[in-house]
């Protein structure tokens, strides 16, 4: 692949016009884009499979394994954190017929030495972490999104962002301009860093 790389990742999403809207966006324009949705949010993510299932099947879209509940994993105890991963694979696998391993995403970015190898021994090798984003994990002001895309939307970064505040929505043109003027060429977590779905292993 060539340089210039970002990678954008989307977590959570419990707002449902957040989550469509970025389905539609991934179908309508072709950006390549991984998302780490919660299996707790199922009623809005399940039925979004009639638009993504092609898109993953096609590697233009990925998921990640961002747990089902979105709870503080180093709180948890040994078995809860693999139970947390193991329930969102299913429904991962369920939903969109991919696993998600290699990858998972802690939420709140809460992981230690525990944590992460009760996930690599489940196949969870790689651990997902960021270093930029959107910041809309709260509801922010565009203006306030879009000042954080300027900063962070630079080759080599893998950006954050949430389907969870219809904020980033209306600015979808804007992002998409600064993705462009920018020479940036989104790409999934496999075609960054080399992993794959056929085997859920780093190559
Ligand atoms: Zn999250």
């Known amino acids: 692949m060539g340089a210039r790389q970002v990678a954008i990742t989307i977590d959570d999403g419990f707002c449902a016009e957040c989550a469509q809207a970025y389905a539609d966006l991934a179908q309508a324009t072709g950006i390549h884009i991984t998302f780490n949705p919660n299996g707790c949010y199922g009623e809005i993510w399940t039925p979004l499979a009639t638009i993504l299932r092609p898109l993953i099947e096609a590697g233009q879209v990925q998921i990640g394994n961002h747990t089902f509940n979105h709870w503080w994993l180093t709180d948890l105890s040994d078995s809860q954190v ?5 329930q969102n694979e299913e429904w991962i696998e369920q939903t969109y017929g991919i696993t998600a391993r290699p990858w998972w995403r802690p939420p709140y970015g809460a992981h230690d030495e525990r944590t992460d190898e009760l996930a690599a021994s489940i196949g969870y090798t790689n651990v997902l972490m960021w270093n930029g984003s959107y910041g809309d994990s709260t ?23 949430h389907a969870n505040y219809p904020e980033v929505t209306g600015i979808f043109p804007q992002l998409a301009e600064l993705v462009t003027a920018r020479s940036l060429h989104p790409v999934t977590l496999d ?12 190559t």
């Open 139 to 161: 509801a922010i002001r565009p203006t306030e999104i879009l000042a954080l895309a300027r900063q962070y939307l630079n080759p080599g970064v893998v950006m954050l962002g």
């Open 82 to 86: 693999t139970a947390q991963l193991e």
């Open 191 to 202: 075609e960054m860093f080399g992993t794959s779905r056929s085997t859920g292993r780093s």
